[in-house]
């Protein structure tokens, strides 16, 4: 059969096509991107897309689309969820992508983990690149996962670089976990999260910071979706005091106060917040009395 893949986000390599690509190749399929002038040639087209935003075609008769840009809930066939990655589908890519569990044990309400993958559980790591120069660990939530002292073991292997994509939740930190990280040859940062405002995660922080090192960890702070923008402010301030990046990641990117505090902090704006937002209220202020006059 002649089978065409079909990425609609080409910047993100997208493992379920690779997985999709090693099962057809086994069964001597032919594989190759999907050309909208060949629609007629092809036996089967498949459609992924990992965002609910990315904008979606139109589907044709051939084509089967799936993951979590179309539906939280969608799956890979089990012939096609054994199969390893088929990293030739993208030359430049550098690295290894590893899962040792998914899911997660959290319900937190504006993740879709629980609701895609489930409870969190062991899974079996699928093959490496031998073209990459670090490795990417995927798990939702590394820790939580009860066979985690293993993946160290296993990562141990590896002469690259780890990057831990998904971070270390803070609020189940101890100082085993920092003890294991260190037979590990370390990535540039180690990420965690501190999205609910109602918990105070200062003292889990400093303790990662003592051991990891202040300059290696980036904490993601998530603001409007159950924060006000006291409690955004004083998290991220938390922070910095701790000698931490913080990062912050809007719930609604189209919100004008989530994108101003999210640019005040990112972009590392060298003036406070309440100077920053006052000089961002007049800059709108005087573009909406230009835009009325004009017209």
């Known amino acids: 059969m002649r089978i065409a893949l079909w990425n609609l986000e080409p910047r993100i390599e997208n493992t379920a096509l690779m997985q999709i690509s090693q099962y057809h190749k086994q069964r001597g ?7 909208p002038l060949y629609y007629d040639q092809y036996d089967k087209i498949y459609v992924a897309s990992l965002f609910t935003f990315t904008k979606k075609p139109v589907l044709r008769p051939k084509m089967i689309a799936g993951g979590t840009g179309f539906n939280v809930c969608s799956k890979l066939p089990p012939e096609i969820e054994v199969c390893d990655l088929d990293y030739s589908l993208y030359p430049k890519c550098k690295t290894t992508y590893l899962w040792f569990s998914r899911g997660c044990f959290r319900q937190c309400p504006f993740c879709v983990v629980p609701t895609s993958e489930g409870v969190i559980h062991p899974v079996t790591p699928k093959n490496e690149n031998l073209n990459a120069e670090y490795v990417s660990v995927m798990d939702n939530n590394f820790f939580g996962n009860r066979l985690w002292q293993d993946a160290i073991d296993y990562l141990v292997t590896f002469r690259h670089p780890i990057d831990f994509q998904c971070g270390f939740d803070a609020r189940i930190w101890r100082d085993k976990f920092g003890e294991a990280l260190e037979v590990l040859y370390p990535w540039k940062q180690y990420r965690t999260a501190w999205d609910n405002p109602k918990e105070d995660l200062r003292s889990n922080l400093k303790r990662m910071a003592e051991q990891l090192g202040k300059s290696k960890i980036m904490v993601y702070v998530l603001i409007g979706y159950w924060s006000t923008e006291q409690e955004d402010l004083d998290r991220v301030m ?9 990062w912050v990641m809007p719930y609604n990117k189209q919100d004008p106060y989530q994108k101003a505090f999210e640019r005040w902090n990112n972009r590392h704006v060298n003036c406070s917040w309440k100077e920053y937002d006052r000089a961002t209220y007049e800059r709108n202020k005087r573009f909406l009395v230009n835009t009325k006059r004009k017209e």
């Open 29 to 35: 399929d032919s594989i190759e991107w999907y050309s």
């Open 238 to 246: 938390a922070i910095r005091d701790l000698g931490l990046d913080a």
